[in-house]
């Protein structure tokens, strides 16, 4: 009875099974000469599953009547619904359509080649995608071509025919291609079709066609995100607290709101962008109306309007509080303020309800102070002590916002960092053109941006009070001179500005001034 009670599982542990799919037989075979099978019968090692194969499945040159995919057992089954060409080589890419049923291992870019004439097309497109964002070649990019005559297709929306994906070097390779011009495109998807229709996609392509007469090795297509050309508001809403959040498909130069209706309301907004300038949140003192009408500007010009509604007497949770500018382990920068931002704009503060202990000894006559250019951020200002415990309590109602809701009993206890914690890092930097400009960046191993100079001749950039740890540096070649790096264009086919990373990684060590060379390179060109 009780060995009639067991249930039968799968066997436990052993090493997990990272395998796709393997061909075993192909009828026709693969690679076959003088087709003329009105079906192909492919027979894998394993169950597989099938995956959109009319959006992955693509064949070169394309038919006019899509082929049917049929799967019996562990055998793919096409079924050609239409008439061949003579003397045609054809080519079934299967993208990402191909997998085994228990991992999901993908059999990526297996292809299936057959010819109706003597001789089946072999030459081949092989290069490198790189991603200039990060300086990292780009594995699982879409890189795709277009006989040159219908260069177009690309910009109409339709999915390329002949198409590979990139390996985890970036590399890639097109194959069984027919002589003549093409151009080339790469693209990292946010969505699998295979078609260049989001802002937050990155792309890349050659300005020149490729002629292909014989075997094109070498090809670098280097990704970059393209700022649209029409400004757009992405995304607009009323958050659970009552602030409106929008965000924007691109960077605007210097913004500024204007509330077009009610038109009453424009004089007690308090508007806040971000410091990329492609985000704002606006906060309004009042919230009895339904429908909000505002006006988006860039250096005083109009760029856009867009419309919020809500219930006229909708309720929204708040909750006052502030954070402040300590690092998670609750130190704060040597010769720093200390700054606290409250989550909404402040009305008023009362000062005898914010008290600081300097090792649990009460500090008297507290320098506090608004932020001139915040209205959400306060200012505490003090004469701090190494090997020193202090702590910063908020009584019940210390704080006021612009609604009238009060703040909750709250403390922060904080130390303050050595010195010796922190360095000066200065470069001297040669440039290789003093006719040209260049924007020379420090970025933490992260890749956040902490500091930009723009020079145009040899300098010395001091980095002073760095924290410890690991820098790059990255250089922008600024062409037009206009201080920022520009990206390109697909449609204009032109390129974004050149980005250089230093090779080597600086090491900042504690309470120590490090002076390093920067020979910023001569631009290489582009083809």
Known sequence: MLWGCASIQRPQGGPRDRTPPKLLKALPANKTRRFAAKQIQLDFDEYFKLSSPYTEISVSPAFEKAPEYITKGRSLVIKLNDTLAKNTTYVFNFGKALADVNESNILKNFTYVFSTGDQIDSLSITGKVNNTLTALPEKEATVMIFPASRDTAFFGKKKPAIYTTTDSSGNFALNNLHEGEYTIYALKETSPDKIYNSDVELIAFLKNTINVKSDVTGIELNLFKQVPDKFRVSSKRFDNDGKVSLIFNKPLMNPSIKVNSPADFDTQKIVEFSKTRDSSTIFFRKMDFDELKLQINDDGKFVDTITLRKGRNESFKRNLSVAYNINIDNKLRPGSD?????????????????????????????????????????????????????????????????????????????????????????????????????????LDT??????????????????????????????????????????????????????????????????????????????????
């Open 338 to 442: 200390l700054i606290m931002t409250a989550n909404f704009p402040l009305e008023t503060y009362d000062i005898s309800k914010i008290k600081l202990l300097e090792d649990s000894v009460p500090v008297n006559n507290l320098a506090i102070t608004k932020d001139p250019n915040s209205s959400r951020k306060l200012i505490l200002k003090h004469r701090w002590k190494q090997a020193t415990r202090y702590e910063l309590s908020f009584a019940d109602e210390a704080l006021t916002d612009i609604y009238g809701d009060k703040n909750k009993e709250s403390n922060k206890r904080f130390l303050i960092d050595k010195p010796e914690n922190y360095g000066t890092l200065t470069l001297k930097v040669t440039v290789p053109d003093t006719s040209k400009f260049y924007i020379v960046e420090v």
């Open 446 to 527: 992260k890749k956040v941006v902490l500091q930009t100079d723009v020079i145009s001749k040899n300098s010395s950039i001091v980095y002073k009070n760095f924290f410890t740890g690991k820098y790059m540096v990255r250089v922008t070649y600024d062409n037009n001179k206009n201080r920022k790096a520009d990206s390109g264009n697909v449609r204009t086919k032109s390129y974004a500005e050149k980005l250089w990373y230093n090779d080597k990684e600086f090491t900042l060590r504690p309470n120590w001034e490090m002076e390093e060379a920067l020979v910023i390179p001569k631009e290489e060109s582009t083809p």
